[in-house]
């Protein structure tokens, strides 16, 4: 991933409804939801909604595929991925142990809540 490329990507999860929108997508993984139930998740109206989802597209970090008379989206975790990767390249000086510190933290939430309930 090139440096324009990270900054559209982050740029488009700089946005309190993308960013609730691109989560609520990765918590759908893998069937997707379409932009209504997106919507109506977010609390927007549908084609304010229609507006986001194009942006986080433009960046990668989600896909469409037309259903019928829906297009469902779900997260593209390669490019979320090509994200993490692109603030983490170099990131260590070749010191890997650095940068394992910094991911070292990160459990998705069924991990966590999994932990919850055996703890």
């Known amino acids: 991933m090139d440096k324009k490329s990270a900054i559209e990507g982050f740029a488009a999860l700089a946005q309190d409804t ?24 977010c609390k927007v109206p549908h084609n304010t909604m229609s507006t986001h989802l194009a942006i986080l597209e433009r960046a990668g970090l989600i896909d469409s595929e037309k259903a019928g008379r829906e297009v469902v989206y779900s997260a593209d975790i390669s490019g979320l991925r090509a994200l993490v990767d692109f603030l983490a390249n170099g990131c ?5 142990e650095i940068c394992g510190e910094v991911f070292a933290g990160a459990t998705c939430a069924p991990a966590r809540k999994a932990e919850r309930l055996r703890g």
């Open 92 to 96: 260590c000086g070749g010191r890997p």
């Open 18 to 41: 993308r960013l609730t929108a691109f989560r609520y997508l990765v918590a759908a993984l893998p069937e997707g939801k379409s932009a209504g139930e997106v919507a109506k998740h």
